[in-house]
């Protein structure tokens, strides 16, 4: 199993549309979660952070499983805008205090006037 | 702030050539990353220093050094540049040790040929 594993896409959704996006991740002690953001051929940025309780940011929700192991992003009301690489980013530790981000492949959002 | 600034943006080597990527950040994070991203993959990461003076092997060392002299700059230096080398890389730093949110450099697309 994948480390971090996402849904590929790409997903092509019209502008107004509900969307959500997947991802699990295969180590049990991973300790953070996150989505970044990243456009056409520039730097990933942090998008969110997922909060076991869930959480949500505008027209943003994550949720978290850790039973499962899985991740979620909700995006309401997508606007073109949102088109980018959504990357699952998993944090856990790897040793002498210091810690590793282990990133996903991404999903590929496209939003359609 | 500038954030996190790399240069080159592009370069193309020949196989065997020589090179660093420069990395500066004006944020005074003592942490700092180097990140390669192949098509269609997720980043992955190449060394990590967690201040001046000291660094580590990430999951993708192989051909390439670092060093970290001031807590601003952190060059990545390829000695004899081979195809497989040929990728996106993203130089970022963070904060804490945690790294909770990473804040990434524009990138430097690299071919060698």
């Known amino acids: 199993r994948k480390e971090v594993e996402q849904d590929p896409g790409p997903f092509n959704v019209p502008e107004g549309a509900t969307v959500a996006f997947n991802c699990t991740y295969s180590?049990?002690?991973?300790?953070?979660f996150f989505w970044y953001r990243q456009d056409c051929r520039k730097e990933p940025k942090l998008l969110m952070s997922?909060?076991?309780s869930g959480n949500e940011d505008g027209r943003f929700t994550a949720q978290l499983n850790r039973a499962s192991q899985y991740i979620s992003l909700l995006i309401r009301d997508s606007k073109l805008s949102d088109s980018a690489t959504y990357l699952c980013v998993v944090r856990g530790f790897r040793g002498a205090g210091s810690y590793q981000l282990t990133f996903g492949k991404g999903t590929k959002l496209s939003v359609i006037p | 702030n500038a954030g996190v600034t790399q240069t080159p943006k592009f370069r193309i080597l020949k196989i065997g050539q020589s090179m660093t990527l420069q990395c500066t950040q004006d944020m005074n994070h003592n942490y700092m990353y180097w990140y390669r991203q192949d098509p269609g993959m997720g980043l992955k990461l190449i060394y990590y220093s967690v201040g001046a003076g000291i660094t580590d092997k990430g999951e993708v060392p192989n051909g390439y050094n670092v060093s970290r002299s001031t807590t601003e700059d952190f060059p990545l230096r390829l000695e004899l540049a081979a195809p497989s080398q040929t990728s996106v890389y993203f130089c970022a730093s963070s904060y804490d040790a945690a790294g909770n949110e990473q804040f990434f450099g524009p990138g430097t697309r690299l071919t060698v040929l």
């Open positions: 180590n049990s002690a991973s300790q953070s």
């Open positions: 997922v909060y076991s």
